[in-house]
């Protein structure tokens, strides 16, 4: 199982692979570490993946299923189609124009369907990918968000979760 989280310390994205074979998470930078709360990943059996029973960050249990796909990644992707087929136009190349237009878009949904799904802490915006992760867990839900995100608002946090 791995993770990607914002150090609470120095606020910066950090990366660790195999979370269920550590006992802390330390980050890179300023060398804040977490220590996993004991129960939140429960171990792996004969049959089963470990899984995650609540986030190792912050002691939110309530997480969001989500596809893993880097959105800069998808709009880069637009945009260089577009850019492309701004050239074909220029050209008077109707078809070609239109097919790159076409292709792009199918390029957009063919990377969405391949990209793994991943788990998301509503409250912490922590990441979470491996095997059989997502299981237990539902797909986005804008109560839960608003919920996290009014009582972020109240502490004074910024909301990461959905952004
Ligand atoms: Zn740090
Ligand atoms: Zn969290």
Redesign the pocket.
């Known amino acids: 199982m791995n993770i990607v ?1 914002s150090c609470p310390g120095c606020g910066g994205p950090t990366a660790a692979a195999a979370i269920e074979t550590r006992p802390i998470l330390s980050c890179p930078r300023c060398s804040r570490s977490i220590s996993l709360p004991e129960g939140a990943i429960l171990p792996a059996t004969a049959t089963e993946p470990p899984r995650l029973t ?7 249990t309530e ?1 969001f299923v989500r596809k893993n796909f880097p959105q800069r990644l998808g709009v880069g992707i637009v945009v260089v189609g577009f850019a492309a087929s701004c050239v074909a136009w220029a050209y008077r190349e109707l078809f070609l124009t239109f097919g790159i237009l076409f292709a792009t878009a199918a390029i957009d949904v063919v990377l969405y369907f391949l990209v793994p799904e991943c788990l998301t ?6 990441r979470y990918t491996g095997p059989g992760i997502t299981d237990r867990f539902g797909g986005f839900n804008l109560e839960t968000h608003e919920k996290h995100r009014q009582q972020a608002a109240r502490q004074g946090r910024p909301a990461s ?1 959905g952004s």
Do not use: Q
């Not at 609540?54 to 939110?60: A, E, G, K, Q, T």
């Open positions: 989280y609540r986030c190792v960050v912050c002691p939110s997480l802490c509503y409250r912490c915006g922590a979760a």
